[in-house]
């Protein structure tokens, strides 16, 4: 029994040492604890970003809070817009080889109508040259047209029209002007506006020969036009394949030449017109010159202006 109380006894003493040694070890580390840091916190490795302050102020305090950027938000698929790309110009050689091209069809397709209208009217062709240097020729002519042989003339008298248009276009081109960026149309729009004012001019005779009792000298006269504008379609063509094929150095020679022969041609038919209407000159002069200024001048001198001084 005592032996047991002395073991016990040892023991005893032996936890009270090892109470007080740990006691010793657990005292410097008391101060660390009462500094208000948890030793088991982790510490961030990585430096947060500066946070602008209107961000700031909606600030939580949880470190995993997303905090959006400032600004507008950027479109999550913006939209391309896609145009198409503009068609490059032509180059000027390109230009050149399809006006060249233009002028050869043109042309051959003129000289093609004049040969076919050789072939099937070649005795009426004949027949307005003489026309245009012998009055009583002319005057049989009508006498013809009246009984309904006009048509070939009326045929000639397109042919003239698209000659007149050809040359308006080549002159037109020559002093930079341009109606159209596509040549077919501006040699249509040519031909369109030089049948219009011929046609205008017929009409306008039509209505004198209807108001006034000058039936047959107005239709002699606007026969008289025909007749002349025949011959002068003749002389066109042949200016118009100088003008498309000749050097540059000589153009305005040939264009000197073109103007000749037409103001020759226009004089001729003016006097021709004075002598169809001689009986009325005296009386009703106020009316010739009206109408000689109105349908005959103005015309000529509206062109002109159109092609020198624009």
């Not at 302050?53 to 909606?58: M, P």
């Not at 949880?62 to 110009?89: C, H, M, Q, S, Y």
């Not at 159209?180 to 030089?194: D, E, K, Q, R």
């Not at 007749?227 to 063509?237: A, E, K, Q, V």
Request: proline share 6%; charged share 15%.
């Amino acid at each position: 029994m005592g032996g047991l109380l002395a073991l016990w006894n040892s023991r005893r003493v032996n936890s009270i040492g090892v109470a007080a040694a740990a006691l010793i070890l657990l005292v410097p580390s008391l101060p660390a604890a009462q500094d208000g840091r948890n030793p088991f916190e982790l510490s961030p490795r990585l430096s947060l970003p500066d946070v602008e302050e209107d961000s700031a102020a909606t600030d939580t305090g949880n470190p995993f809070d997303l905090v959006a950027p400032a600004g507008p938000p950027a479109p999550r698929n913006p939209e391309i817009k896609k145009t198409a790309p503009k068609e490059a110009p032509a180059p000027p050689a390109l230009l050149q080889s399809r006006y060249r091209a233009f002028l050869l069809i043109t042309n051959i397709g003129i000289l093609l109508l004049l040969a076919i209208l050789l072939t099937l009217f070649r005795g009426q062709a004949g027949k307005a040259y003489r026309a245009f240097l012998n009055d009583n020729l002319l005057n049989q002519l009508q006498r013809e047209r009246e009984a309904g042989g006009g048509l070939p003339y009326y045929l000639y008298y397109a042919f003239f029209m698209v000659n007149a248009g050809f040359f308006l276009f080549l002159l037109a081109r020559h002093y930079g002007l341009t109606f159209s960026g596509n040549p077919w149309h501006g040699l249509l729009y040519c031909i369109g506006g030089v049948a219009g004012i011929f046609l205008a001019k017929h009409l306008l005779l039509g209505y004198l020969a209807f108001v006034f009792p000058i039936e047959k000298e107005a239709r002699l006269y606007s026969f008289t036009i025909i007749i002349f504008s025949i011959i002068l379609g003749f002389f066109l063509l042949l200016i118009n394949l100088l003008l498309a094929y000749a050097p540059a150095d000589t153009v305005q020679w040939i264009l000197y030449a073109a103007y000749t022969g037409i103001g020759i041609t226009y004089l001729f038919r003016s006097l021709r017109g004075l002598f169809i209407g001689n009986r009325f000159l005296l009386f009703h002069k106020f009316h010739f010159l009206l109408y000689i200024c109105t349908v005959e001048i103005a015309p000529v001198l509206v062109l002109a202006k159109l092609l020198f001084f624009s």
